[in-house]
């Protein structure tokens, strides 16, 4: 790990440590501990970490990012920080500057379209945008008669209908009802779309990772402190086949994502190496999180479903975010058809080259 990601790491890991406990964050009821939080992760750049000092950010590198959202999926993080990041980078694709506060891109799902008319105004609707009630900016991919654009939009502009993922955070409808951005520009040659998608998959496959990391830790504790029938349960062979699954569960997403995130960090360009690398971990990772999620409950027994319990947060957010950015059966079939459409010969040499 390069020293400037351990700075990175170091200091996002000891502001979530500080300040997104998730104990004291599950008996907050009125939402407190989010303004601390977020200036915090401000006044060290973390929200701008994609986006180059020319134009507003921190210049961190992608490496460093990921790094980042690896951390705050460990600590199941309610912000959007990871939606912010992503805007950011996204904006700086068009070199359009970043404001400041939090951000969200839109469309989130590969089946949504915005639309630039020939006027230059946006139309559309973008289902399942996370945190777009708390974002003051939206990052906008758009097509347009002239091509593909990069647009930023003031969210006071947009009509948003308000919805929630089963982490309970926004989980929104954009609505885009002929809105002038505010500054847009063409997209690179070669960005469209599936681009978006793929790097919103792997930085939730990062988030999923992080939070298979914390239920199992959580997990191996809570079965040390429990006692049943004068033992402690983490004694019981059944007990311990399920957490060496959960720990295989972890282990595999970690490496999943974390393989897709050093492909995209090392890569010039979106290719198919990159394509197969960040389907593959969105898949795994989304599987993982159902499979994982599964065996933390059953550990814990009824205790681990209620609401004054933590595992929750870690467990509900990391099966919202298979949803996002693609889920993983539409992932599935899309790597089957790029798979295909590339024929039989070409496949091992694809798997090969990483």
């Not at 948003?160 to 002038?180: C, K, M, P, R, Y």
């Amino acid at each position: 790990m390069a020293e400037s990601e351990n700075i990175v790491l170091e200091t996002a890991e000891k502001i979530f440590a500080d300040l997104a406990d998730a104990q004291e964050i599950n008996h907050d009821k009125t939402g407190a501990w989010t303004a601390p939080l977020w200036q915090a992760l401000t006044d060290a750049g973390l929200p701008l970490a994609w986006v180059s000092e020319e134009l507003g950010g921190a210049g961190a590198s992608l490496a460093d990012g990921f790094a980042v959202l690896g951390a705050a999926g460990r600590f199941a993080l309610a912000v959007p920080l990871a939606e912010t990041m992503l805007a950011g980078w996204l904006l700086a694709q068009a070199n359009i500057a970043s404001p400041g506060g939090e951000m969200t891109v839109a469309p989130a799902g590969p089946k949504d379209r915005i639309t630039q008319n020939p006027d230059g105004m946006l139309s559309g609707r973008a289902r399942g945008v996370p945190f777009a009630k708390a974002a003051k900016h939206v990052a906008v991919l758009a097509h347009g008669v002239g091509g593909i654009s990069i647009a930023l939009v003031d969210a006071a502009e947009l009509r948003i209908e308000s919805g929630l993922n089963l982490g309970g955070d926004h989980s929104d409808t954009v609505i885009f009802d002929n809105v002038a951005p505010k500054i847009s520009k063409p997209a690179p040659a070669g960005f469209d779309q599936t681009t978006l998608m793929l790097m919103g998959g792997v930085v939730r496959s990062l988030q999923i990772a992080g939070a298979l990391e914390s239920m199992l830790d959580i997990s191996v504790k809570y079965s040390n402190e429990r006692v049943a029938f004068e033992k402690k349960i983490s004694k019981f062979q059944a007990v311990q086949h399920n957490l060496a699954k959960l720990a295989g569960e972890s282990a595999a997403a970690l490496a999943a994502a974390t393989s897709a995130a050093d492909a995209i960090a090392s890569a010039s360009a979106f290719d198919d190496a990159v394509f197969l690398e960040a389907v593959s971990a969105k898949i795994r990772c989304a599987e993982a999180a159902e499979k994982g999620g599964a065996i933390a409950h059953q550990v814990h027994g009824a205790i681990g479903f209620t609401i004054e319990h933590i595992l929750h947060r870690y467990s509900l957010r990391a099966l919202a975010w298979r949803d996002d950015f693609g889920s993983e059966s539409f992932w599935a079939v899309e790597l089957g058809n790029r798979i295909v459409a590339r024929g039989a010969d070409e496949l091992w040499p694809l798997v090969a080259s990483r």
